[in-house]
């Protein structure tokens, strides 16, 4: 069974304050994902990485794939209370579209 | 955001009774997928569909039917509900192809087996 596995599970931090997640897994996948999810809505998609050592900037947000494509980060900085939710990781691996995701940071950013 | 819908948004049943959710998209995406989110365990593949009457299990299908006979409906059938089923799904599409697979959500059901 793939498995990914994802650090910490739960985050408070004030803001302003930088913050990094990691993905971590002992399977190379041919895609990584990163979603954010809101309570009380699915999950959305905010980056794509493909390729090992892809690095992707979204504003604030920066997301790397590892050289070997088996681990992935997430780095905030200047964390806002509008960051706050869960984020999830997705490993995909080439078949039907199917992915692994990880079980999720829950962030939580004060004032 | 992507045409998905799922009904119902909440449910309420008890223990041995059958229950089915519903998702409807307007995106003519040829997959569609069912998860469960458990707290602590992210989103867990049930079943998905690649295709029209085309569907296969995923990690945790024990205790879930699917039938796919449109594009745009995805059903999900618990055919005896037990209380381990009491959880948050959720339906998700994609039009996958190799490196693409983003997948649109649908704002999930959750579901009560008392």
């Known amino acids: 069974t793939q498995l990914l596995e994802q650090s910490p599970q739960f985050l408070s931090i004030q803001e302003g304050e930088n913050l990094t997640v990691y993905c971590n897994s002992s399977?190379?996948?041919?895609?990584l994902q990163w979603y954010r999810q809101e309570p009380g809505e699915g999950p959305v998609l905010l980056v794509t990485v493909v390729t090992g050592g892809e690095v992707k900037k979204l504003k604030r947000l920066t997301f790397q794939f590892g050289d070997a494509r088996k681990d992935s980060s997430l780095h905030i900085t200047a964390a806002q209370t509008g960051d706050t939710g869960l984020y999830l990781c997705a490993g995909g691996y080439n078949q039907g579209g199917k992915l692994i995701f990880g079980q999720g940071t829950e962030l939580s950013v004060k004032p | 955001d992507a045409g998905i819908t799922q009904s119902p948004r909440h449910k309420v049943t008890e223990t041995g009774t059958p229950v089915t959710l519903r998702c409807h998209q307007t995106?003519?995406?040829?997959?569609m997928y069912w998860y469960r989110q458990d707290p602590g365990h992210g989103l867990r593949l049930i079943h998905y569909s690649y295709g029209v009457k085309d569907t296969d299990k995923g990690e945790v299908s024990d205790g879930y039917s699917v039938s796919r006979s449109k594009t745009e409906d995805f059903l999900l059938t618990l055919e005896s509900a037990t209380s381990s089923q009491t959880s948050v799904y959720f339906c998700?599409?994609?039009?996958?192809?190799?490196?693409?697979?983003?997948?649109?959500f649908g704002p999930g059901t959750r579901l009560t087996v008392l």
């Open positions: 995106e003519n995406h040829r997959y």
């Open positions: 399977s190379v996948f041919s895609s």
């Open positions: 998700a599409i994609s039009n996958w192809q190799p490196l693409t697979d983003t997948q649109y």
